[in-house]
């Protein structure tokens, strides 16, 4: 994997030349984020050798290479999932690669069922903690020039960060809950039985995706921030029926409050 990984930085750097120092990852629905900032460089997955490619309606797949507000970032306009048919070491390829830029901080993005019955459909949630019912991309053997065989994920969502994101979310005045989230594997959505496990378990809302790749950039001594939109209630929670399609909806109905939270706090981190 870490042939693949420089083999496909290889290949960008042949078509980009650009030193991001924060990198993002947009989630189901929420890649017009990547159209509010002052752009520069795109690049389709399709255009990187060994790039695994996203399948999944609502993610572009491709690199977005910018400013916001002077901040050098690299935007993820559509991620990789394992459902896809992609090994957890596969679906976390371009996390590693974006780290390998040079980024020294990632948001993490996505569209997610609540749990809890304070998270209702429009609201964002910051991860506080995380649950993973996907195996760990850190299975097999362990390169070193990444990170220790064991790392240790007490802090995995940066506290400081964390603490950036409460600030930015006053200042531009969105309210920002907190909570432990919980990767599924997908792609189906979750029984309502799975859901009352997930609730036992702790978890306050669950998704698809996000949970391996923070366990990724924590392995490669990158600090994380995790933000969850609330696109519906968890399946057995209320009386409609989940479908993507839905989920893409709602997602954009957040667009530009969670774009007006990420550039925010993309200030306040390039600060520290």
Known sequence: MWKRVEKTYASLRNKVDFKPQIGIVLGSGLGAIAENIESVYSVPFDCLQGMPMSTVEGHSGRFVFGYINRVPVVVMQGRVHYYEGYTPQEAVLPIRLMIRMGVKALVLTNASGGIRDDLDTGDIMMITDHISLVPSPLIGRNDPSYGDRFPDMTEAYDPALKEMARAAAKKVGVELKEGVYIQFTGPNFETPAEVRMARAMGA??????????????????????????????????????????????????????????????????SNK
Do not use: P, W, Y
């Open 204 to 269: 306050d809302a669950v998704g698809m995706s996000t949970a391996i790749e923070t366990i990724a950039a924590v392995h490669m001594g990158i600090k994380v921030l995790g933000l969850s939109f609330i696109s519906n209630k968890a399946c057995g929670l209320s009386d409609k029926k989940l479908s993507h399609l839905d989920v893409q909806a709602e997602s954009r109905s957040v667009v530009g409050k969670l774009s007006s939270l990420i550039s925010e706090l993309v200030v306040l981190a």
